[in-house]
């Protein structure tokens, strides 16, 4: 069987990001749908510690920013560990594709809702998440990983008894949130 293979840009505690590539079974699935999924995806299932991983090819871990801190071949990162991540969304899908999803959105009626999410504290750090979503937020929320679009991140810290502000760069406007990060979120009008 052929696999492909996506970039991904995975945090997962404040400050700790991975860089790398995941295997995909096609090139039309979506990460969000991949991570989803009971059983992820694995090119070799057999190289598997965890049931509940993914495995990130040609690996970065970066510190604050895009400081490389340790490079590995290959890194298993459970996704139970995941805040957030994001991926080539652009570049996925195919024009039959996304026509499709513009018909069931329209047979649904899904409308975008706009929303913000606000992450637990954790280490004197939490995330300010921006974003529009699709559908029923209550039916998603039984999901792993719900997607946002539109997205924008802002890294709130506590340093020397100060709170600043940071943003954090996305490569596209395409996020994916773990449903356990959620502290809170509201919806606009």
């Known amino acids: 069987m052929e ?3 996506r ?3 995975v945090t997962t505690t404040f ?3 991975y860089y790398g590539d995941i ?4 090139e039309s699935i979506r990460t969000t749908d991949l ?3 009971n059983s992820i995806f694995w090119n070799d299932p057999n190289e598997k510690c965890f049931d509940n991983a993914i495995l990130i090819h040609d690996a970065k871990l970066a510190l604050e ?3 490389i801190y340790k490079k590995f071949n290959k890194i298993q990162l459970k996704s139970s560990e995941i805040i957030f991540f994001f991926d080539n969304y652009e570049t996925i899908g195919d024009k039959q594709e996304k026509a499709r999803a513009v018909v069931m959105r329209n047979k649904a009626q899904e409308k975008m809702k706009p929303v913000t999410i606000i992450t637990p504290l954790i280490a004197n750090s939490f995330y300010d998440i921006k974003g529009k979503f699709y559908g029923l937020f209550k039916k998603k929320s039984q999901d792993k990983f719900i997607p946002l679009f539109d997205a924008s991140v802002t890294e709130i810290k506590k340093v020397d008894n100060k709170w600043s502000q940071k943003r954090v760069h996305l490569a596209h406007t395409f996020l994916g949130i773990s449903t356990q990060y959620i502290e809170a979120l509201s919806f606009e009008d």
């Open 3 to 5: 696999t492909f293979r």
């Open 7 to 9: 970039p991904i840009v």
């Open 15 to 17: 400050g700790k990001t």
């Open 23 to 26: 295997d995909v079974p096609t």
């Open 35 to 37: 991570l989803n999924s």
């Open 65 to 67: 920013e895009k400081a």
